[in-house]
T-cell receptor, first 108, second 114 residues
Framework: GQQLNQSPQSMFIQEGEDVSMNCTSS?????WLWYKQEPGEGPVLLIA?????ELTSNGRLTAQFGITRKDSFLNISASIPSDVGIYFC????????FGQGTELSVKP | DAMVIQNPRYQVTQFGKPVTLSCSQT?????MYWYQQKSSQAPKLLFH???????NEADTPDNFQSRRPNTSFCFLDIRSPGLGDAAMYLC?????????????FGPGTRLTVT
């Protein structure tokens, strides 16, 4: 079946640093999405990407839909403590296929 | 604010004792989903409804059932919970079509099986 490889699995960074994470797949997706999940809560949609090459920002977050349609990345600039959580990529191929998540820890 | 609401947030049940989790939404979305999420894992789709049209995932155990009496409400019934069913259960909603991929999740119900 379709699988997404999300990396890194976890990140420990200092407040103010920039963060980059990505997802790759052997399959083509028509839509890529990025979600954030905080402890004890449901995932929250951050960014949805619908076109290959598309670059979209949401505040300090920027995500890109790879040209090959097999990958996507998410950047967070100038991280703050409330960025802590698990970030999931998801590719849309009939249904949402989720990556395994990147757990982000931010040290004040 | 429009939202997805799940009750209860925490549920404890005994091994083999039926349990029902509920979800309601004020977004007026016609698609509703139930996901199971175990610790440190991605959400796993159990089933979804397009309006009243029920769609089961092939690997969803028969122990899991669902009901959607109207647009706003959806229920997850676990007929005989086992220890392996302890997890966070997430309800989500979306519009249909391409926007069906923009899913809005509730806060989840954490199920403990004793």
């Amino acid at each position: 079946g379709q699988q997404l490889n999300q990396s890194p699995q976890s990140m420990f960074i200092q407040e103010g640093e920039d963060v980059s994470m990505n997802c790759t797949s052997s399959s083509i997706f028509n839509t890529w999405l990025w979600y954030k999940q905080e402890p004890g809560e449901g995932p929250v949609l951050l960014i949805a990407l619908y076109k290959a090459g598309e670059l979209t920002s949401n505040g300090r977050l920027t995500a890109q839909f790879g040209i090959t349609r097999k990958d996507s990345f998410l950047n967070i600039s100038a991280s703050i403590p409330s960025d802590v959580g698990i970030y999931f990529c998801a590719g849309a191929g009939g249904k949402l296929i989720f990556g395994q998540g990147t757990e982000l820890s931010v040290k004040p | 604010d429009a939202m997805v609401i799940q009750n209860p947030r925490y549920q404890v049940t005994q091994f083999g004792k039926p349990v029902t989790l509920s979800c309601s939404q004020t977004l007026n979305h016609n698609v509703m989903y139930w996901y199971q999420q175990k610790s440190s894992q991605a959400p796993k789709l159990l089933f979804h409804y397009y309006d009243k049209d029920f769609n089961n995932e092939a690997d969803t155990p028969d122990n899991f059932q669902s009901r959607r009496p109207n647009t706003s409400f959806c229920f997850l019934d676990i007929r005989s919970p086992g220890l392996g069913d302890a997890a966070m259960y997430l309800c989500a909603t979306s519009r249909e079509g391409q926007q069906s991929y923009e899913q809005y999740f509730g806060p989840g119900t954490r199920l403990t099986v004793t």
